[in-house]
C-alpha cells in the first residue's frame, strides 16, 4: 500500500475521481453550486453521466479484483480510516465552512458534522480490529473443519443526499473502506463539494488508486446507472423515498445488494407528566423546537409531528409558537444566526405546498407560515421560510401524514397512552421518533411499543457511531453504524474443510 500522499492539486472543475484521476465530465459539462443564502454560485463542477459513471465502476472493479486494498491487513486498513479521521481534524474549518455554504446550515452545525464524520472513521476502525476475525463452528466431528468468515462484498455504489451532505457518505464510506471493498460515490448533484474533498483526503492517506471513485453528476443518470451496473455489487441509498424506490426496482435486475436509508415522520410524543415542573416544561418545549428546527427541519429524524397530551396542549404549544418565532434565521456563517435557509428554490416552494395544504385542511397556524423579511444577515434572494406551528392537525392531513423537510410542525393531541402509541404508530415511515415523561414505567412501555429504528426517550435527535441507525417500515432497508453497519458491506461466507475424505456410497454403481 502507498505511503502518505500529501495534498495533490486539482483543477477546481475537475471533481470526477476515476482509478486515481481528477477528470472533467466525459462530455465536458459542468454544474454551478449554489449558496442557498444568496441563491449564487460559488463553486463549479464536473456534470457526470453515464460514461462517467461506467468509466468510474470500471476502476473500482478493477482494484477491487486485482489491488492491494481487500489483501491489505485489517490494521493497515484500520490505520488509514485513522489517518483519514486525523486529516478531517487538520482540515474541520476548512470543511465545516464549505458544509455550510453548501448546504445551508450554520457554521457551527457544519463543524459538528466533520466532528462527527472523524468519529465515524475511527469507530470503524476500532470495530473492525476489534473483531475475531470469523467464526470456528462445531461440524460434528474432530475430521470436519468448518469456518464462518467475512469478506468485503466488492465494488459498492454509494448515493448520497444534500442535508448531511459528508456524514451521510461517511457512513457508507468508513465501513466500506474497513470491509476492504472498492466504491463510487455520487454525492447530491447540489451539495457534492465536501465529498469530492473526503476524496481527496482519502488520496493523501494513502488510498491505493481505483479504490475510491467519486462521480458528480444527477441522479437520473449517473445514480440511476449504478444502480443497474452489473458490474456494481451493492447500492447503498440516502435518500427520499421516491427515488429509493428507483433505485432498488434499478438494482433487482442484477440482484445485487440493496441498503436504503429513507426518509421519516417522526413523531414526538409529549405526556403532560414531563410538563410538571417548570423546568420539565421549559426542557420539553425546547427539545421540540430543536426536534423540529435544526437545519431548518431538514433533517431525516425531525420531530415534525408533536403528539402532545391534551391537558398540556394550549400551554406547551403557545411556549413553542413564542420561542418558534425568535429563532434568528440568515446566512449560517453570520455571528448569532440559529438557522439557515432551505437548501433550494425547490425545497421552500415544496414546504410552502404543503404549509397551503395544511391550511386548506383546517390546521391552525400558531407561527412561521411564511417566507422572512431580507435583512442584512438575510439576502432577498436566499431560500429562508419561517419556522412554522400548525396547531390542530389531525392524522388524515397530507401534511402529517408525507415528510415535508422543512421548518414545519405540526401538532396532534391525544387523551391516553394508548391513542398516543397508535397515533406514533400511525405512519407508513418507521425512522425516530420520542416520548416525554417522568414516569420511567411508561417510558420503557412506550419505547417498546413504538415501530421506529430509534426511539429517544427524554431526549432527541442524539444518534451513538455504535448504535445502529436506520428504519422500519418504508424508512429503509438494512442498517448504518454499529456492527451492523459494517455487516452491509460485507458476504458470509461458510468454508467446510473435510481432513480426512471417505467415498460416500449414495450410489451403490
Ligand atoms: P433524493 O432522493 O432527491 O436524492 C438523494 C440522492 O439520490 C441524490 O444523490 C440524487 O441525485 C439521487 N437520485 C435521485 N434520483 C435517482 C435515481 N433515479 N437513481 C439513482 N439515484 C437517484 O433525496 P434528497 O432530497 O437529496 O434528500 C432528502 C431525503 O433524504 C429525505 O427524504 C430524507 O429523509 C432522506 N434522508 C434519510 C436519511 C436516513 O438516514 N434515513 C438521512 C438523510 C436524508
Known sequence: MAGPAGPAERQPQKTIHVGGEWLEAVSGATREVLDPADAKP??????????????????????FDEGPWRRTSVADRAALLRRVADLLVRDRERLGLLESRDAGKTLEEGRVDIDCVADAFRYFADLVVGEGGGRVVDAGSDDLHSV??????????MITPWNYPLLQASWKVAPALAAGNAFVIKPSEITPLTTVALVELLVEAGLPAGVA??????????????AEHPGVDLVSFTGGLVSGIKVAQAAAVTVKKVALELGGKNPNVVFADACATEEGFDTAVDQALNA?????????SAGGRLIVEESVRERFVAE???????????RGTEDGVECGPLVSQQQREKTEAYVASALAEGAVLRAGGKRPEPSEVRPATGYFYEPTVLDQCHRDMKVVREEVFGPVLTVETFRTEDEAVALANDTEYGLAGAVWTADAGRARRVAGRLRHGTVWINDFHPYLPQAEWGGFGKSGVGRELGPAGLAEYRETKHVYQNLAPKPVRWFAG
Open 42 to 63: 460559488f463553486a463549479v463542477v464536473a456534470e457526470g453521466d453515464e460514461r462517467d459513471a461506467e468509466a468510474a465502476v470500471g476502476a473500482a472493479r478493477r482494484a
Open 292 to 300: 423540529a428546527f435544526i437545519h431548518s427541519g431538514q433533517v431525516c
Open 148 to 157: 464462518v468468515v467475512h469478506e468485503p462484498v466488492g465494488v459498492c455504489a
Open 213 to 226: 471513485n467519486i462521480v458528480t453528476g444527477p441522479g437520473h443518470t449517473v445514480g440511476a446507472r449504478l
Open 320 to 330: 413553542l409558537a413564542r420561542r418558534a418565532g425568535r429563532i434568528r434565521l440568515g
